[in-house]
């Protein structure tokens, strides 16, 4: 398979490329992202070949029908990061909340969110590139909180790669900043800013296109990379688990082969989702995707009215930090793919140029065969949190807004896939409050839930309070190229 772009070609970057050159330099002309040319078909015989399957074997057998050049051993060694989940036989377990709905856990990697299942294996496959070309790699990574730890830990002491990761400092959780503070790795960066995430990752973008800033890595033999879901290398892993959720199901006796399902997916940069887009263009039996946000609200207004408008929005803090995004950067692969590059073009220079874009009306109905949203206030999250808590099933303040989707936007009474993006000890205080204890440290309220609804805080988490801080460093984004140029 073959990549192009989403804006179309500046007639300086070549028109197609390799999936190693897409995950290697992922920016293609004008700004746009690199897209597959064709995707891969499966058919009813691939799904039924799988339904037993080992999540690495049904994983090989996606990525030779997408056929890519990543060697079958470097893909092997790559899948081998799952053995670092919980139970490596069964990496993304399916739990049964209600008669027709399963939550689908993405969170029992390392750092015990969804990021860690494209992250784990896409680090290795990256490093290994770089070596066999004999090239270095600088990785820059802008976070809201679950991408900084995934991608530290996937490139912690990983040869040819250095990783420089800006996270907005007051934006995360307790424990995501102590997953990253606390690394201990000394080819890693780790840089607070004065400012939300849609600074951290404009300032990201900006220096990915900036050319005095890689010239003088050029002098410093370093090439840039992005392991933001820009990535494509991050999306081809995203598709995997849609695939394997739905073939779950199917084991289970829960919905026979070919039944269409509902997909919930709390949405920010819209990765996760366009994975599960990718995944029913494939011929998974998806009935609609239901994207879920918290109240920037953006992508549900897109959905609903076919406007994408910037103007006079700011961003909000909620208690789903990882959902706190104005700019959804994979949106633009689904305008690619419904509407083609000069529209998709036409429609991300609007963006840029005026701050918005609209839909036409036949536009928004193709949208909408494939996608409805909504959106959940921080209140609401509590209380989905606490009513499914009494039943026994603790989740964090992301999965929550699914909850809401789940009650609104069923037309039909299917199979529901609810999208678990992070284990509740990432965001405890919250969890802890909607349940009725008020936590000003996240160690407090870790215990205290634990203690009070018999779930365990992993090792892992328990443990990043008793590390030193290895990374102090605060600034302003004016001063992120000075930062990283010294590190370098
Ligand atoms: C990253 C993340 C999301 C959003 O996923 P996207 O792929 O950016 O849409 C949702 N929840 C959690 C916990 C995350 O870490």
Same mark, same amino acid.
């Given at each position: ?7 179309? =070609? ?26 597959? !040319? ?68 993405? +969170? ?51 040869? =040819? ?34 400012? =939300? ?74 990765? =996760? ?6 995944? !029913? ?56 793919? !419904? ?84 284990? +509740? ?22 215990? +205290? ?40």
């Amino acid at each position: 398979m073959t990549f192009i772009e989403t804006r179309g =070609n500046d007639g300086r970057k070549p028109s197609e490329v390799t999936f190693s050159e897409a995950i290697l330099s992922p920016s293609a002309s004008f700004g746009g992202l690199y897209v597959p !040319k064709k995707l891969p078909e499966l058919g009813f015989d691939f799904f039924k070949a799988h339904i037993d399957s080992h999540y690495s074997d049904l994983s090989r057998a996606l990525f030779e029908k997408f056929d890519v050049d990543v060697d079958p051993e470097d893909l092997d060694n790559a899948l081998a990061r799952y053995n670092r989940f919980d139970d490596p036989s069964d990496p993304v377990p399916l739990v049964k909340v209600e008669e027709d709905a399963f939550v689908s856990e993405l +969170w029992h990697g390392p750092t015990r969110a969804f990021k860690d299942m494209a992250l784990q294996p896409f680090g290795y496959i990256l490093s290994r590139l770089a070596q066999k070309r004999g090239e270095h790699y600088l990785i820059m990574a802008a976070t809201s909180g679950d991408t900084g730890p995934a991608t530290l830990e996937t490139f912690k002491n990983t040869p =040819n790669i250095k990783v420089a990761c800006l996270y907005p400092s007051g934006g995360t959780s307790d424990v995501q900043r102590l997953q990253m503070v606390t690394e201990e790795a000394s080819n890693e960066k780790v840089i607070g800013i004065r400012g =939300n995430f849609d600074d951290a990752q404009t300032a990201l973008k900006n220096l990915l296109a900036s050319e005095s800033f890689n010239a003088r890595l050029k002098e410093s033999h370093t090439e840039l990379s992005a392991a933001n879901s820009v990535n494509f290398g991050r999306i081809i892993f995203q598709i995997i688990y849609h695939v394997s959720s739905y073939l779950r199901l199917v084991k289970e006796g829960e919905v026979s082969l070919g039944e269409p399902v509902y997909l919930i997916v709390p949405s920010g940069n819209f990765g =996760n989702v366009l994975g599960g887009y990718y995944a !029913k263009k494939m011929g998974l039996p998806v009935e609609k995707l239901l994207i879920s946000s918290n109240i920037n609200n953006i992508l549900t207004e897109l959905v609903t009215k076919g406007e994408y408008d910037l103007r006079g929005k700011s961003l909000i803090q909620t208690t789903s930090p990882a959902m706190d995004i104005l700019k959804s950067s994979n949106v633009e692969r689904v305008l690619f793919d !419904k509407f083609g590059a000069e529209r998709t073009k036409q429609l991300m220079d609007d963006l840029n140029e005026k701050g918005v874009y609209r839909l036409s009306e036949d536009e928004l109905a193709m949208l909408r065969e494939d996608f409805d949203a909504t959106f959940c206030s921080d209140e609401e999250g509590k209380a989905i949190i606490a009513k499914y808590a009494k039943k026994g099933y603790i989740m964090d303040p992301h999965t929550a807004t699914c909850f809401k989707a789940y009650g609104e936007l069923r037309k039909k009474s299917l199979k529901t896939v609810i999208y678990s993006t992070a284990e +509740w000890t990432k965001f405890s205080p919250t969890v802890s409050e909607a349940l009725g204890h008020r936590a000003k440290r996240d160690l407090d309220a870790l215990q +205290w839930i634990s203690e009070h609804y018999g779930v365990p805080v992993p090792k892992v988490i328990a443990d990043l309070f008793e590390k030193p801080v290895i990374h102090d460093t605060v600034v302003d984004k004016e001063r992120i190229e000075e930062e990283i140029l010294k590190f370098i």
